[in-house]
């Protein structure tokens, strides 16, 4: 056999955790298994690999390895003893590929059903406040007629004749291991172990029937969008008896006309005019409780902003906090002028001067001086 490492051959570190090797083992056999793969290297290369794995998966085997080497393996070097192996997992993957199964996927063990998922549209004060919300979405559900059996009133499912009612058929294999013995799903009954002779008529023999289902539902204050809710046992229906799916409410928030969220902070920019920045004024701002007023200090700048605490967005797990209103103050220079403004402007304009001066004084201080104190 191959006289590489036998991590380099599974594509592993020498510190690989047991896990980390039965996946690197699983990768390969998958790739290199010779019913899968036509390289005419392929078999050889498929019992390097499990050489390799039936070393590295033996912990006493492993440690004389690492200690020693090959000559540390002695007689128990070569192709793994297949007699201490469970290889049942792996081998169900590599042969589920071309349609065979070892006998434990067709058996009739209970199943989880499928999750489902739908979008939920919600406006800006909805998320941030929360809201009970009615969905209606469509789902699987037991047949109401037949009870989920898939046969017509008045009717049984009869045993499959070509399985014996275990769902799978067993054939016989030539592999260059050897004969194998392996099962594939019962071409007649499709793993079911029985035949429907009188499909019911509602669900034509599936046992399901497709429904519209309304629900209302809680969204706590808080949320944004992308959020997800998980609805647990509100999904497709379990087989065999297993529980059912999941239902994934994902929500989507509409854009507010001038509020922006950040995180639990809200956004709001604010138009003052120049009279207001110069000399200050007391303006009424929207938040989401409703108007505030607001102080605007005389000789406010443009790109001031100003805090309203705790008038954002609460917290989704924050025991009633919530975050801030931030208010970023833009002076609003007019394009129009009516004939008054102008000269009022224009006597600003001669008082302030045109000579550029070094900021000794604020720009209040040189509008008070400009106006006569």
């Not at 009133?153 to 275990?166: D, L, M, N, V």
């Not at 019962?186 to 629900?215: A, D, F, M």
């Not at 204050?221 to 647990?232: E, F, K, P, S, Y």
Request: net charge neutral; charged share 30%.
């Amino acid at each position: 056999m191959s006289n590489r490492d036998y991590y380099e051959i599974l594509g592993v570190p020498r510190g690989a955790s047991n896990d980390d090797i039965k996946a690197a083992f699983r990768k390969l056999a998958r790739q290199y298994h010779p019913d899968v793969n036509k390289s005419s290297d392929a078999e050889e290369k498929f019992k390097e690999i499990n050489e390799a794995y039936g070393v590295l998966s033996d912990p006493d085997k492993r440690a004389r390895y690492d200690r020693y080497g090959r000559a540390g393996l002695g007689d128990l070097g070569g192709m793994p003893d297949f007699a201490t192996m469970d290889f049942n997992d792996i081998f169900e993957e590599i042969l589920g590929g071309f349609g065979f199964s070892t006998g434990r996927r067709a058996r009739r063990s209970p199943r989880r059903g499928r999750d489902l998922q739908m979008t939920v549209s919600l406006t800006f004060e909805e998320a941030v406040f929360g809201v009970e919300k009615e969905i209606e979405f469509q789902r699987e559900e037991t047949c109401s007629t037949c009870g989920g059996s898939g046969a017509e009133p008045g009717t049984s499912p009869t045993r499959c004749a070509t399985c014996g009612g275990q769902g799978e058929v067993r054939q016989i294999r030539q592999t260059f291991l050897g004969q194998m013995m392996q099962t594939a799903t019962c071409p007649t009954c499709n793993g079911r172990g029985e035949v429907i002779s009188s499909p019911c008529h509602t669900c034509r023999g599936s046992g399901l029937e497709r429904k519209t289902v309304r629900k209302k539902v809680q969204i706590p204050a808080g949320v944004d969008a992308g959020t997800q809710i998980r609805l647990a046992g509100e999904g497709g229906p379990g087989v065999y008896g297993g529980p059912n799916g999941s239902l994934y409410l994902v929500l989507d928030v509409q854009a507010h006309p001038f509020f922006k969220r950040r995180e639990n902070d809200i956004l709001l920019n604010l138009d003052i005019n120049v009279a207001q920045a110069a000399l200050g004024a007391e303006v009424e701002v929207p938040t989401l409780d409703g108007s505030e007023k607001l102080r605007i200090p005389a000789g406010t700048q443009p790109g001031k902003i100003f805090t309203l605490k705790g008038k954002g967005v609460p917290h989704l797990r924050g025991n009633g906090r919530r975050g801030d209103q931030l208010i970023l103050v833009n002076v609003e220079i007019p394009d129009k002028l009516t004939r008054e403004q102008r000269e009022l402007f224009e006597k600003l304009a001669e008082s302030l001067g045109s000579t550029v001066k070094p900021k000794e004084k604020g720009f209040l201080d040189w509008l008070n001086e400009a106006l006569g104190g």
